[in-house]
């Protein structure tokens, strides 16, 4: 073969640049790939922060609309026991002392940001009168659930997180429930024992009894 031939060399260095921008063009692929992947996870964590802020910032929201009601009315309201969100009883009459947000009666968006509803719990006689409840009957504890954090509450409201387990849809469809090893979030479904627990992907907000009493004093229907 004559390798002296201009075709023959041409056609080598052709192949050799041929090959040699394949390899590039894979590398390229690969970091594309690389970055295109960091990417969507940096956009996904951007997003569930995003959701997590918007989820605190509505329970602030929660928290001042319980607020305003107790400096009108000297009470706490009671809970609603369907998915819409009216407090169906009167004074001293709650059906229930643990059930859904009455978001209808407090004039706020019913849903968390993650599209459930609140669960809501109240000490009963901060449902009667402010000016002559005792301390609230709820403890708060913290994620391995051997310390209590917060006690006698009188109130605290629960979004069930992103995975929603044990909460219900606006149209009354329950989630499905927490699995056996997810304490937290079994806690904060029981009904009775008026313990909650920091865990899970639960967000938990409560009002101590001497900030509620504060409003009520400062709406004029709590003697000094």
């Given amino acids: 073969m004559d390798n002296n ?26 970091l594309f790939g690389i970055v295109l992947v960091g990417g969507i996870n940096a956009i996904r964590m951007q997003s569930q922060q ?8 509505d329970m602030r929201v929660i928290k001042d609309a319980l607020l305003g009601f107790v400096a009108i009315n000297g009470r706490l309201p009671c809970p609603s026991v369907t998915t819409l969100g009216v407090v169906n009883t009167g004074v001293a009459n709650c059906t229930s002392y643990e059930g859904q947000l009455p978001w209808k009666t407090l004039g706020i968006k019913p849903l ?19 000016a002559t409840a005792t301390p609230g ?11 209590d ?6 109130v605290i409201v629960v979004s ?6 044990g909460a219900l849809s606006l149209n009354g ?16 479904l029981s009904l009775n024992d008026r313990i909650y627990q920091i865990g899970g992907d639960d967000l938990l907000m409560w009002i101590p009894s001497n900030v509620v009493k504060h409003y009520a004093r ?7």
């Fill in 5 to 30: 031939n201009p075709n023959i060399t041409a056609i080598h260095s052709y192949r050799h640049n041929s090959g040699f921008t394949l390899i590039e063009m894979a590398i390229m692929l690969v």
């Fill in 50 to 57: 995003s959701t997590f802020e918007s989820a605190q910032a």
């Fill in 112 to 130: 968390d940001a993650w599209g459930h509803l609140y669960t809501y719990r109240v000490t009963q006689n901060f449902t009667v009168s402010i």
């Fill in 137 to 147: 009957d709820i403890t708060v504890r913290n994620a391995p659930g051997t310390t």
């Fill in 149 to 154: 954090i917060a006690t006698t509450i009188p």
């Fill in 160 to 165: 069930h997180g992103k995975n929603g387990q």
């Fill in 173 to 188: 469809t329950p989630t499905p429930q927490p699995l056996a090893n997810q304490t937290a979030e079994l806690q904060n």
């Fill in 218 to 224: 400062k709406g004029g229907l709590l003697l000094p």
